[in-house]
């Protein structure tokens, strides 16, 4: 009789490479862009000594490069904004690491706090803004690249924010650490 229970495997089945799959060097997919941005995070000896804060402008840092995705640190100092726009063709998450910012879009204003986390997808329209009183940091990950960066009016700010037609996902899903 043949049954599960007289399956054996001999010998490590860890040890027949040809089996396993290659990890990959670089992130594919949103749940391992959104690793890379906690990876990163996590360890401050990567951007912290990096970091600048300009009163006149926001600063910004592209911290790397991959197939197909940059990484960017930006400081804000209070009462900085990024203005109302989206990000063309790229996808992104960003991740809070000091301090607080507050994102703006048509369903609302919302808080983030150190290690919150924002999945969004192309033409997802927000207003990023340190409301605080200290000073704040958030790394970006876009994928692909950040090739553009559209400027939209409050006037435009509806019709550009609805979800596309040609997908049932939702845009901004928010993911906390």
């Given at each position: 009789m043949?049954?599960?229970s007289d399956l054996q495997i001999?010998g490590d089945i860890?040890?027949?490479?040809h089996l396993?799959?290659a ?15 906690r990876?990163?995070a996590?360890d401050?000896?990567?951007?912290e000594?990096?970091?600048q ?7 910004y840092h ?6 197909g995705y940059?990484?960017w640190?930006?400081?804000w100092?209070?009462g900085?904004?990024s ?9 992104g998450?960003?991740?809070v690491?000091?301090g607080a ?19 969004f997808a192309?033409?997802y329209?927000h ?8 000073p704040?940091?958030s790394?970006?990950?876009y994928?692909?690249g950040l090739?553009?960066m559209?400027?939209h ?5 509806c ?15 928010v993911v906390?650490a």
């Amino acid at each position: 009789m043949n049954s599960d229970s007289d399956l054996q495997i001999a010998g490590d089945i860890l040890e027949v490479p040809h089996l396993l799959q290659a990890p990959r060097e670089h992130p594919s997919t949103v749940a391992e862009f959104v690793g890379l941005a906690r990876s990163i995070a996590a360890d401050r000896s990567q951007w912290e000594h990096l970091v600048q804060y300009d009163a006149t402008s926001r600063w910004y840092h592209r911290l790397r490069t991959g197939p197909g995705y940059e990484v960017w640190l930006l400081s804000w100092v209070p009462g900085q904004g990024s203005g109302l726009h989206d990000h063309g063709p790229s996808s992104g998450v960003f991740t809070v690491l000091e301090g607080a910012l507050t994102e703006r879009t048509e369903r609302g204003t919302r808080a983030w706090g150190v290690g919150t986390q924002q999945v969004f997808a192309p033409g997802y329209v927000h207003e990023v803004v340190n409301d605080s009183l200290e000073p704040a940091i958030s790394l970006h990950v876009y994928y692909p690249g950040l090739t553009e960066m559209p400027m939209h009016t409050h006037a435009t700010r509806c019709a550009a924010s609805r979800p596309q037609e040609h997908g049932s996902r939702e845009q901004g899903d928010v993911v906390s650490a």
